[in-house]
């Protein structure tokens, strides 16, 4: 099925006079992955937002959106009972345990209390937190909240999950439990829209990434395509600029690609042979050589150092 | 995985009650903190007035007795307050501070449907809290609840008033502090000089436009007559006010809150 979920075509959001998202376009196959990664305020959050009906694109960019069939700008309801959202925020109704924020919820979509129950049930299993059921909300831990945040999202089995940030500041048992979550979801069908920082989380689940910038995509592909077509495949990462002085001036270090920053050098190729010779030259513990990853293109992509907006 | 796939957006009608249900489940989660002021309020006013002012006032005031004119205005100044409340501080908490919103906006609710559910909460509040100041009053013999009965849908109305007029308030504001010129600067002065503590008659001459132009003023005329069954012509003026006030505020509020929501 190569049926596109999400098409989005020149669209364009903005604050006032900050351009948040500039002429973006992208598309989204049904039962994939797709994650958007950037910079803090590269605008992932507001694509998000303009998908689920939460921001209006600006009326005067001749851009389409298309979710699941509907354009948000009008047919917002039509979205929203086919969709579930994980925002970067936990928003839980404190006063009530976990079980109660559920069934709360199955209410917006008109679902039988019957059926919600058994649903909740489900989710809660699905989710590993069956024992919480009872709990209340401020004895749950960040990961705890996080994982009922998705449940609730789900509680509509939706055919499109967007979720913005999902695994920011939890432990890695805990990323790495939703993380196998959602590939299960994908397998089972659900298209995933997501943002994230973590280039792991981008690497792992995405069939497709794309790296957003300053409201403009920068590339676009999936993650192996995106270290193919944009990175050498080693990198000798030299820990501080006083290591990498001492041996610039040598002949064979002119053969590699070098990115210098205020912290650390990196020299990049695609011989390991080539890097290795150049670590011959530093001490160990002043380099670490590795394959590069999808970070290196980010930063690549992204520039190294803070953008300031 | 299981569960049917929904292919319909629930009716309007239910996703107002979805919103609403909302915010009466979290209310009646703590039922004893939220359930007990309402009727302890008026218990507590009444006794400083029965028990200390009281004895100063002799003189029948509109021909009733003061305590009998006051306990009447008691049941919108209530629905005032609590709706004035639940759609400042309580609306920009669940804004700016609980995301409440955010959360509910991505269900199948638009911002249009969240405010108009927001606006029925209050006013549901607002009869639950004139209906306990009712069964406190009717206990005390100061009204008889069988002829003051609708006194709690004036309670309702009164509550939908200044739910908008809250909303459009909120709309505005920036950081929740601003909410004390709205409170010291609009609602105060308005409980005492719409003729709850006295008539606005014994108001110089020049404010009693003022008096007449504010909301509560109406609200008290209008549940006074239904406290006495002294209905009159003129009070089809006072519910005309009520219902223009609501129809425009209340869609001024939703203008204005839904570029907060949706943006």
Redesign the interface.
């Given at each position: 099925m190569t049926e596109n979920v999400i098409t989005v075509n020149n669209i364009s959001k903005s604050?006032g006079q900050v351009r948040a998202v500039n002429s973006l376009s992208f598309e989204v196959a049904a039962g994939t992955c797709f994650s958007c990664l950037g910079p803090n305020g590269a605008g992932k959050t507001t694509t998000m937002k303009m998908v689920?009906?939460?921001?209006?694109r600006d009326a005067d960019c001749d851009g389409t959106l298309d979710v699941l069939g509907y354009d948000p700008r009008t047919n917002?309801?039509?979205i929203?009972?086919?969709s579930?959202?994980v925002?970067q925020?936990n928003?839980?109704?404190?006063?009530?345990n976990v079980i109660?924020n559920l069934m709360?919820?199955s209410?917006?979509?008109?679902?039988p209390k019957k059926?919600a129950k058994?649903?909740i049930a489900?989710l809660l299993d699905f989710l590993e937190l069956p024992e919480k059921s009872k709990s209340k909300i401020r004895e749950l831990s960040g990961g705890m909240k996080r994982r009922l945040v998705i449940a609730?999202?789900l509680i509509?089995?939706p055919?499109l999950l967007i979720l913005d940030e999902p695994t920011t500041g939890l432990d890695p048992q805990v990323r790495h439990l939703i993380w196998e979550k959602l590939l299960q979801l994908k397998e089972?069908g659900t298209t995933i829209l997501l943002t994230t920082h973590y280039m792991e989380e981008a690497f792992r689940l995405s069939d497709t990434v794309l790296i957003m910038h300053l409201g403009k995509k920068i590339m676009q592909g999936s993650p192996l395509e995106l270290l193919d077509d944009n990175i050498e495949k080693y990198v000798l990462e030299i820990n501080r600029p006083e290591f990498f002085d001492k041996i610039k001036e040598n002949q064979i270090v002119s053969k590699v690609r070098v990115n210098n920053t205020n912290q650390f050098t990196r020299l990049f190729s695609d011989k390991v042979e080539t890097l290795q010779a150049i670590s011959q030259l530093l001490k160990g513990g002043e380099y670490q050589l590795r394959q590069a990853n999808l970070e290196d293109v980010f930063l690549k992509a992204t520039g190294d150092i803070l953008n300031v907006r | 995985?299981?569960?049917?796939?929904?292919?319909?957006?629930?009716p309007l009608w239910?996703?107002l009650y979805?919103v609403w249900?909302?915010h009466m489940?979290?209310y009646t989660?703590?039922m004893a903190s939220n359930g007990l002021p309402p009727f302890l309020e008026p218990l507590i006013f009444l006794a400083g007035v029965g028990l200390g002012l009281g004895n100063y006032i002799t003189e029948d005031v509109e021909g009733l007795k003061y305590i009998e004119f006051l306990g009447m205005g008691l049941l919108v100044t209530t629905a005032m307050f609590t709706s004035a409340f639940e759609c400042s501080f309580g609306t920009f908490i669940r804004l700016e501070f609980?995301?409440?919103y955010?959360?509910?906006?991505?269900?199948?609710?638009?911002a249009e449907n969240l405010i108009v559910g927001e606006m029925l909460w209050a006013a549901s509040k607002g009869f639950f809290f004139s209906l306990s100041v009712l069964i406190m009053l009717s206990l005390f013999k100061i009204v008889s609840f069988g002829d003051a009965y609708l006194a709690p849908f004036v309670g309702f109305l009164t509550a939908l008033m200044f739910a908008s007029l809250s909303l459009l308030i909120t709309s505005f504001v920036k950081t929740i502090n601003h909410f004390n010129f709205y409170f010291t600067g609009f609602i105060s002065p308005m409980f005492f000089f719409s003729g709850v503590v006295f008539p606005i008659s014994k108001l110089p001459a020049k404010l009693q436009p003022f008096a007449e132009a504010v909301p509560l003023t109406h609200s008290v005329r209008l549940v006074r007559a239904v406290c006495t069954g002294n209905y009159r012509w003129a009070l089809g003026l006072d519910l005309l006010y009520i219902v223009v006030f609501i129809a425009v505020v209340g869609f001024l509020a939703v203008h204005r809150l839904k570029k907060r929501l949706?943006?």
């Open positions: 604050y689920y009906g939460k921001c209006v917002e309801l039509d929203k009972c086919r579930g959202v925002t925020d928003n839980l109704d404190e006063e009530l109660q709360l919820y209410r917006f979509y008109d679902i059926e058994k649903r489900y609730r999202a509509n089995n055919q089972e | 995985m299981s569960g049917s796939d929904r292919k319909m957006y629930p239910r996703r979805s249900f909302r489940r979290v989660k703590n609980h995301k409440v955010d959360g509910m906006l991505a269900a199948p609710v638009t949706v943006y």
